[in-house]
C-alpha cells in the first residue's frame, strides 16, 4: 500500500484521481503516515473521533493499548456487549433463545444507532466515507482523518430478498 499510494503521488496521479483503499483503518494510517496516506478515501463503520461516544470509548481503549480502536476492534468489543446484553434479556446462555434476542433488540452503542441483526446473521449500520487528512490538517498523533459522509445502512448492504444464505432461503 505505501508503495502504491507514493507512486500515486510521484507519478501527479492525486491532481486528476482519488486514491481508495480496501479494507484500509486507522492504524494504517497511522503507521504509513499522513504525507504518504494523504486524500486516501475508504469506508468503515466506525471512527474513534465522530461524535462523544467514539472518543470516550477510544480514550479506554487507548488507555490500554497506546493506539486508537480500529472499526474491527471497536465492532468486536460492540459485538460482545450486544452478546451479552441479549443473554442477560433471555435469562438464558442457550445460543437459539440468545440468537433470537439479539435480532429483536436494536443495537444503540457507541459505534452503532439503531442498527440491527437480520435473519441471515448481517449486521445492518451505517457505514462511513473518510478520507486520510494532509499533514496540514491534522492536530495530533491520531487525528489522521475526516468523514466525508454517512452511507445508510439499508443502502450498503445486499436486500434480505436477495441473500444467498441457506438460513434464509430454508
Avoid at 43 to 48: N, P, Q, R
Amino acid at each position: 500500500m505505501q508503495n502504491e499510494l507514493k507512486q500515486f503521488q510521484e507519478f501527479g496521479l492525486e491532481k486528476t484521481m482519488r486514491p481508495a483503499g480496501l479494507l484500509t483503518d486507522i492504524t494504517d494510517l497511522h503507521a504509513l503516515g499522513l504525507q504518504t496516506t494523504q486524500g486516501l478515501l475508504y469506508v468503515a463503520a466506525f471512527y474513534w473521533d465522530q461524535d462523544d461516544a467514539t472518543r470516550a470509548f477510544s480514550e479506554r481503549f487507548y488507555k490500554l493499548r497506546k493506539a486508537m480502536p480500529t472499526s474491527f476492534q471497536a465492532s468486536v468489543y460492540g459485538a460482545v456487549m450486544h452478546y451479552l446484553k441479549a443473554i442477560d434479556a433471555a435469562g438464558t446462555d442457550e445460543a437459539r433463545a440468545v440468537m433470537a434476542k439479539m435480532r429483536e433488540m436494536p443495537i444503540n452503542d457507541f459505534m452503532t444507532s439503531a442498527g440491527s441483526i437480520r435473519e441471515d446473521g448481517r449486521v445492518i449500520r451505517n457505514l462511513y466515507l473518510l478520507q486520510a487528512k494532509t499533514p496540514a490538517e491534522s492536530k495530533g498523533e491520531w487525528d489522521l482523518a475526516k468523514v466525508l459522509a454517512t452511507i445508510p445502512g439499508r443502502e450498503v448492504f445486499r436486500p434480505l430478498s436477495e441473500s444467498s444464505c441457506p438460513l434464509v432461503r430454508r
